[in-house]
């Protein structure tokens, strides 16, 4: 099979739902054991579990806040013991509530990025030790092409997804005497469950490819990010909305 994941441990934080569970389907389609991460989507993550044990996957669930660094190591440490370790982190639970500008309170402000932003920041620093003990890690950021590309809404949301591509980076250049790659994927428009019919409908003004994303777009990049055939690639961004950010 293209992009192998045999004998690789991963952790996929946001798993019970969206891109986070296509992204933890296809990774133990692959052949690796996979820890699903949820917060509060329990049913979700039970789902995901069961999805991948129906083809004979391997994998556990972790819940977790990942906005609490007491949560996060414990998600962590769970899911290296369970696993053997990790070879793989997945960061993509992510919290966007599409608020206007003036509609943002502190606190609302403050859930946002340390969910968005210092949550993946921890989970990495969390994920790093055991990455280093093997001299090998993937580390693959879900962003957004809202961190590049304004929009007309949630100011707080588009800033922590911007501010996920310079993590990326500078962790690149500072992680990669460990042999641990960092890459952030940008999707765009992704069909989660949530569109509109509309959405849904072939809008090449929108969509030049007739369609949205899918959440198994997604998880196919992902597993090329997390294979040993992208050994080469660090530090770098990836936009997968099919053309959508051109129009």
């Not at 620093?125 to 090998?136: G, L």
């Not at 922590?160 to 890459?183: C, D, F, P, Q, W």
Request: glycine share 10%; net charge neutral; aromatic share 6%.
């Amino acid at each position: 099979m293209s992009h192998s994941l045999t004998g690789k441990s991963a952790l996929v934080t946001g798993a019970g739902t969206g891109i986070g569970k296509g992204i933890a389907l296809e990774l133990a389609r692959r052949g690796a054991k996979v820890a699903i991460h949820y917060n509060s989507s329990d049913a979700g993550a039970k789902d995901t579990q069961h999805q991948i044990e129906e083809f004979g996957g391997n994998c556990i669930t972790v819940q977790a806040d990942v906005a609490e660094r007491e949560q996060i190591v414990r998600m962590v440490d769970t899911a290296a013991a369970e696993l053997g370790g990790i070879d793989i982190l997945v960061n993509n639970a992510a919290l966007q509530l599409n608020l206007n500008w003036f509609d943002y309170t502190e606190e609302l402000y403050d859930r946002v990025m340390n969910i968005n932003l210092k949550g993946y920041w921890q989970c990495m620093q969390a994920v790093i030790p055991y990455m280093k003990e093997r001299h090998f890690g993937r580390i693959i950021n879900i962003s957004s092409v809202h961190g590049k590309r304004p929009t007309d809404f949630d100011v707080v949301y588009c800033m922590s997804k911007g501010g996920i591509k310079m993590l990326g980076r500078e962790s690149a250049i500072e992680l990669a005497r460990y042999g641990i790659t960092v890459n952030t994927i940008a999707p765009g428009a992704v069909d989660v469950g949530k569109f509109k019919a509309s959405h849904k409908e072939p809008n090449r003004k929108k969509f030049p490819l007739g369609r949205v994303g899918l959440p198994e777009d997604i998880a196919s990049l992902v597993c090329y990010v997390a294979s040993d055939e992208s050994s080469f690639m660090t530090g770098s961004t990836i936009r997968m909305d099919g053309a959508g950010m051109l129009m």
